[in-house]
Protein backbone atom coordinates (compact mmCIF):
# COMPACT_ATOMS: atom_id res chain seq x y z
CA UNK A 1 0.00 0.00 0.00
CA UNK A 2 1.27 3.51 -0.91
CA UNK A 3 1.82 6.03 1.50
CA UNK A 4 -0.79 8.34 -0.57
CA UNK A 5 -3.49 5.24 -0.20
CA UNK A 6 -2.86 4.14 3.30
CA UNK A 7 -3.40 8.18 4.37
CA UNK A 8 -6.41 8.95 1.70
CA UNK A 9 -8.90 11.54 3.30
CA UNK A 10 -7.02 12.19 6.53
CA UNK A 11 -6.28 15.87 6.15
CA UNK A 12 -3.58 16.09 9.12
CA UNK A 13 -0.17 14.80 7.22
CA UNK A 14 1.28 11.53 7.82
CA UNK A 15 4.34 12.74 10.13
CA UNK A 16 1.68 13.88 12.85
CA UNK A 17 -0.44 10.58 12.60
CA UNK A 18 2.53 7.77 12.57
CA UNK A 19 3.74 10.20 15.99
CA UNK A 20 0.35 9.84 17.72
CA UNK A 21 0.37 6.47 16.87
CA UNK A 22 3.84 5.59 18.36
CA UNK A 23 3.22 7.75 21.26
CA UNK A 24 0.09 5.74 22.16
CA UNK A 25 1.83 2.26 21.49
CA UNK A 26 5.09 2.76 23.04
CA UNK A 27 4.74 4.20 26.41
CA UNK A 28 1.55 4.15 28.72
CA UNK A 29 -0.55 6.85 27.79
CA UNK A 30 -3.80 7.49 27.12
CA UNK A 31 -5.43 9.33 23.70
CA UNK A 32 -6.25 11.96 25.91
CA UNK A 33 -2.14 12.25 27.09
CA UNK A 34 -1.10 11.95 23.62
CA UNK A 35 -3.49 14.75 22.27
CA UNK A 36 -2.19 16.94 25.16
CA UNK A 37 1.54 16.10 24.00
CA UNK A 38 0.54 17.16 20.24
CA UNK A 39 -0.91 20.19 21.66
CA UNK A 40 1.78 21.68 23.02
CA UNK A 41 3.58 20.91 19.70
CA UNK A 42 1.09 23.47 18.19
CA UNK A 43 -1.37 20.50 16.43
CA UNK A 44 -4.89 20.61 17.50
CA UNK A 45 -6.45 17.28 17.07
CA UNK A 46 -8.79 15.30 18.91
CA UNK A 47 -8.65 12.34 21.64
CA UNK A 48 -11.30 10.78 19.50
CA UNK A 49 -9.32 11.32 15.80
CA UNK A 50 -6.31 10.09 17.97
CA UNK A 51 -7.97 6.71 18.72
CA UNK A 52 -9.03 6.01 15.55
CA UNK A 53 -5.63 6.52 14.39
CA UNK A 54 -4.45 3.74 16.40
CA UNK A 55 -7.11 2.01 15.68
CA UNK A 56 -6.60 2.17 11.80
CA UNK A 57 -3.05 1.97 11.40
CA UNK A 58 -1.73 0.51 14.84
CA UNK A 59 -2.42 -3.09 12.86
CA UNK A 60 -0.98 -2.06 9.95
CA UNK A 61 2.11 -0.78 11.03
CA UNK A 62 2.15 -3.72 13.68
CA UNK A 63 2.12 -5.87 10.54
CA UNK A 64 4.86 -5.00 8.66
CA UNK A 65 7.52 -4.77 11.88
CA UNK A 66 6.26 -8.40 11.91
CA UNK A 67 7.37 -8.86 8.43
CA UNK A 68 10.68 -7.31 8.93
CA UNK A 69 11.42 -9.10 12.36
CA UNK A 70 14.73 -10.68 12.17
CA UNK A 71 13.53 -13.65 13.66
CA UNK A 72 12.61 -15.14 17.36
CA UNK A 73 15.26 -17.04 19.83
CA UNK A 74 15.13 -20.87 20.48
CA UNK A 75 13.34 -21.22 23.56
CA UNK A 76 9.91 -19.91 24.13
CA UNK A 77 8.73 -18.92 27.74
CA UNK A 78 4.87 -19.50 28.16
CA UNK A 79 2.38 -18.31 30.43
CA UNK A 80 -1.32 -17.23 30.50
CA UNK A 81 -2.90 -14.86 32.93
CA UNK A 82 -6.58 -14.01 33.68
CA UNK A 83 -7.91 -11.09 32.07
CA UNK A 84 -11.80 -9.78 32.81
CA UNK A 85 -13.52 -8.31 29.95
CA UNK A 86 -17.48 -7.14 30.25
CA UNK A 87 -17.31 -8.92 33.57
CA UNK A 88 -16.21 -12.32 31.77
CA UNK A 89 -13.22 -14.76 32.56
CA UNK A 90 -11.00 -14.61 29.31
CA UNK A 91 -6.86 -15.78 29.35
CA UNK A 92 -3.89 -13.60 27.88
CA UNK A 93 -1.78 -16.51 26.72
CA UNK A 94 2.00 -14.97 25.83
CA UNK A 95 5.27 -16.32 25.03
CA UNK A 96 8.79 -14.35 24.81
CA UNK A 97 12.08 -15.85 23.53
CA UNK A 98 15.09 -15.86 26.14
CA UNK A 99 15.75 -12.33 24.93
CA UNK A 100 12.59 -10.47 25.85
CA UNK A 101 11.15 -10.60 22.78
CA UNK A 102 7.32 -11.20 23.01
CA UNK A 103 6.82 -13.81 19.81
CA UNK A 104 2.98 -13.57 20.50
CA UNK A 105 0.05 -12.41 22.54
CA UNK A 106 -3.42 -14.30 22.03
CA UNK A 107 -6.46 -14.26 24.16
CA UNK A 108 -8.57 -17.17 24.61
CA UNK A 109 -12.02 -17.95 26.22
CA UNK A 110 -10.49 -20.92 27.65
CA UNK A 111 -7.09 -22.88 28.82
CA UNK A 112 -7.71 -26.42 28.48
CA UNK A 113 -6.14 -28.89 26.22
CA UNK A 114 -8.07 -26.87 22.61
CA UNK A 115 -6.55 -23.59 23.68
CA UNK A 116 -3.16 -24.76 24.41
CA UNK A 117 -2.81 -26.39 20.98
CA UNK A 118 -4.36 -23.01 19.10
CA UNK A 119 -1.56 -21.08 20.45
CA UNK A 120 0.98 -23.54 19.99
CA UNK A 121 0.23 -23.81 16.65
CA UNK A 122 0.20 -20.02 16.37
CA UNK A 123 3.59 -20.17 17.44
CA UNK A 124 5.04 -22.47 15.59
CA UNK A 125 3.91 -20.46 12.07
CA UNK A 126 5.52 -17.32 13.88
CA UNK A 127 8.78 -19.37 14.36
CA UNK A 128 8.70 -20.73 10.99
CA UNK A 129 9.36 -24.65 12.65
CA UNK A 130 9.98 -26.01 16.13
CA UNK A 131 11.42 -24.45 19.14
CA UNK A 132 14.65 -26.17 21.11
CA UNK A 133 13.03 -25.96 24.00
CA UNK A 134 9.69 -24.60 26.16
CA UNK A 135 9.44 -23.24 29.42
CA UNK A 136 5.78 -22.99 31.03
CA UNK A 137 4.13 -23.98 35.07
CA UNK A 138 2.96 -27.16 35.43
CA UNK A 139 -0.61 -26.28 33.61
CA UNK A 140 -1.53 -29.51 32.18
CA UNK A 141 -3.56 -28.15 28.94
CA UNK A 142 0.58 -27.01 27.86
CA UNK A 143 1.80 -30.94 28.26
CA UNK A 144 -1.41 -31.95 26.10
CA UNK A 145 -0.09 -29.43 23.39
CA UNK A 146 3.53 -30.35 23.48
CA UNK A 147 2.86 -33.86 23.49
CA UNK A 148 0.54 -34.05 20.08
CA UNK A 149 2.78 -30.54 18.33
CA UNK A 150 6.06 -30.95 19.55
CA UNK A 151 7.20 -33.76 21.45
CA UNK A 152 10.67 -33.58 20.49
CA UNK A 153 11.20 -30.48 22.01
CA UNK A 154 12.74 -29.99 26.18
CA UNK A 155 10.22 -28.98 27.97
CA UNK A 156 10.70 -27.23 31.48
CA UNK A 157 8.66 -27.24 33.75
CA UNK A 158 10.53 -26.80 37.21
CA UNK A 159 9.74 -23.95 39.82
CA UNK A 160 10.55 -20.84 39.11
CA UNK A 161 12.03 -21.21 35.22
CA UNK A 162 9.37 -19.51 34.15
CA UNK A 163 10.04 -16.28 35.49
CA UNK A 164 10.55 -14.51 32.36
CA UNK A 165 7.17 -15.06 30.79
CA UNK A 166 5.28 -14.49 33.98
CA UNK A 167 7.22 -10.67 33.94
CA UNK A 168 6.76 -10.03 30.95
CA UNK A 169 3.11 -9.79 31.63
CA UNK A 170 3.40 -6.58 33.51
CA UNK A 171 3.70 -4.00 30.32
CA UNK A 172 0.71 -4.94 29.26
CA UNK A 173 -1.06 -5.04 32.68
CA UNK A 174 -0.12 -1.34 33.36
CA UNK A 175 -1.58 -1.05 30.41
CA UNK A 176 -5.29 -2.59 30.79
CA UNK A 177 -5.13 -0.45 33.91
CA UNK A 178 -4.29 2.82 32.63
CA UNK A 179 -6.75 2.16 29.98
CA UNK A 180 -9.65 0.73 32.73
CA UNK A 181 -9.96 -2.90 31.51
CA UNK A 182 -10.22 -3.87 28.25
CA UNK A 183 -13.36 -3.40 26.14
CA UNK A 184 -14.07 -6.55 24.45
CA UNK A 185 -11.37 -9.30 22.99
CA UNK A 186 -11.38 -7.70 19.45
CA UNK A 187 -10.25 -4.57 20.52
CA UNK A 188 -7.89 -6.22 23.41
CA UNK A 189 -6.31 -8.77 20.74
CA UNK A 190 -6.15 -5.72 18.26
CA UNK A 191 -3.64 -3.36 20.94
CA UNK A 192 -1.73 -6.25 22.39
CA UNK A 193 -0.49 -7.11 19.25
CA UNK A 194 0.58 -3.73 17.70
CA UNK A 195 2.09 -3.27 21.36
CA UNK A 196 4.13 -6.18 20.91
CA UNK A 197 5.44 -5.27 18.00
CA UNK A 198 6.66 -1.98 18.51
CA UNK A 199 7.64 -3.07 21.88
CA UNK A 200 9.92 -5.47 20.49
CA UNK A 201 11.39 -2.89 17.95
CA UNK A 202 12.14 -0.69 20.89
CA UNK A 203 13.23 -3.50 22.92
CA UNK A 204 17.09 -2.55 23.01
CA UNK A 205 18.57 -3.85 26.15
CA UNK A 206 19.49 -0.66 27.48
CA UNK A 207 21.45 -1.71 30.48
CA UNK A 208 23.38 -4.76 28.33
CA UNK A 209 24.75 -1.65 25.66
CA UNK A 210 27.40 1.38 25.58
CA UNK A 211 25.47 4.66 25.63
CA UNK A 212 27.01 5.06 21.78
CA UNK A 213 25.61 1.64 20.17
CA UNK A 214 22.13 2.13 22.11
CA UNK A 215 21.55 5.13 20.51
CA UNK A 216 22.56 3.69 17.02
CA UNK A 217 20.33 0.92 17.65
CA UNK A 218 17.74 3.57 18.61
CA UNK A 219 18.11 5.46 15.35
CA UNK A 220 17.81 1.95 13.42
CA UNK A 221 14.52 1.23 15.48
CA UNK A 222 13.35 4.69 14.73
CA UNK A 223 13.84 4.01 10.75
CA UNK A 224 12.48 1.03 10.60
CA UNK A 225 9.28 2.32 12.70
CA UNK A 226 8.91 5.49 10.22
CA UNK A 227 9.58 3.01 7.20
CA UNK A 228 6.77 0.80 8.40
CA UNK A 229 4.41 3.94 9.00
CA UNK A 230 5.23 4.63 4.64
CA UNK A 231 6.74 7.87 5.80
Same mark, same amino acid.
Given at each position: ?9 ? %???? @? ?15 ? /? ?23 ? !? *????? /? ?9 ? =??? $? ?5 ? &???? *?????? +??? =? ?11 ? /? %? ?7 ? !?? #??? %??? #? *???? &???? =? &?? #? ?6 ? @? ?31 ? &? ?23 ? +? ?7 ? %? $? $??? /? ?11
Amino acid at each position: MTQSKMYKRH %RFPP @EIIQYAVWLYHRFNLSH /RDVEDLMAERGITVSYEAIRLWCNK !F *GPQFA /RRLKRKHQGYG =DTF $FIDEVFV &KIHG *GQHYLW +RAV =DQDGEVVDVFLQK /R %RDGKAAKRF !FK #RLL %RKH #R *GEPR &KIVT =D &KL #RSYNVAHR @ELIPETIHDTTQYANNRAELSHEPTRVRERGMR &KFKSMRQAQRFLSAHAAVYNLFNLG +RHLVSAENY %R $F $FRR /RAFATWEKAAGI
